[in-house]
């Protein structure tokens, strides 16, 4: 049953674009998180936010942007794509260290 | 540097068989352990979680936590075709909100 809901689950671009990841959980957690699972399925932490606060902030290139207005929604924003941003981005939520995890969205740079 | 290292990369079983995965932390301040399992073309879903020294068993699944070491395995017995996935070890050095890492994961494929 999922509760992690993530739009768009796919989207191609051109490298120079700016796309936008929208991530909405009704699980009711206080923490929500962006991963990114690159084509050999090494799964990273970008950022995590607890109650709307950022607390995990990896080392990620700047135009990567989070985005919360409140703890139900987390949203993503790379400003002008790369090619090496291809990968699928997994949003997730956590209660007692258990991540629940939304089903992704797959980036394709052209 | 992966802090988290599992082993083996890919593993073939018969069904039926044992499957046998491992997991290690390099960072000292790790203190929690969980395994996850995502099927291909899905996302990764909790399997279980292991926190103390010792073992625990869930149905035909079975993990071992050495904290000294910062080990732990999972054990599948009797394996069936739709154990075949991919399985994600990760840890944290804080329960809940703190960074929680993961291992780079095991292919398992059960042969019918």
């Known amino acids: 049953e999922t509760a992690v809901f993530q739009t768009p689950n796919y989207h191609v671009t051109q490298v120079g674009n700016e796309v936008s990841f929208n991530c909405k959980q009704t699980l009711g957690h206080d923490t929500m998180y962006w991963y990114k699972q690159d084509s050999k399925k090494l799964l990273k932490i970008m950022f995590s936010?607890?109650?709307?606060?950022?607390?995990v902030n990896e080392t990620v290139p700047r135009r990567f942007s989070p985005q919360s207005s409140d703890k139900a929604h987390l949203n993503l924003r790379i400003k002008s794509v790369e090619p090496e941003d291809s990968a699928v981005y997994l949003c997730?939520?956590?209660?007692?260290?258990?991540?629940?995890f939304g089903e992704g969205s797959k980036l394709t740079v052209l | 540097q992966q802090k988290v290292q599992q082993s083996p990369e890919s593993l073939i079983v018969p069904e039926g068989g044992m499957a046998s995965l491992n997991c290690t932390s390099s960072d000292r301040n790790v203190d929690y352990f969980w395994w996850y399992r995502q099927h291909s073309g899905k996302s990764p879903k909790m399997l279980m979680s292991i926190f103390s020294n010792g073992e625990k068993e869930e149905g035909r699944f079975t993990v071992h936590l050495n904290k000294a070491s910062l080990h732990t395995s999972l054990h599948i017995r009797d394996s069936q075709p739709s154990d075949s996935a991919l399985y994600l070890c990760a840890a944290s050095a804080n329960y809940g909100n703190e960074k929680i890492t993961f291992g780079a994961g095991t292919k398992l494929t059960i042969k019918p």
């Open positions: 997730a939520s956590s209660y007692s260290g258990q991540l629940y």
């Open positions: 936010y607890n109650n709307k606060q950022l607390i």
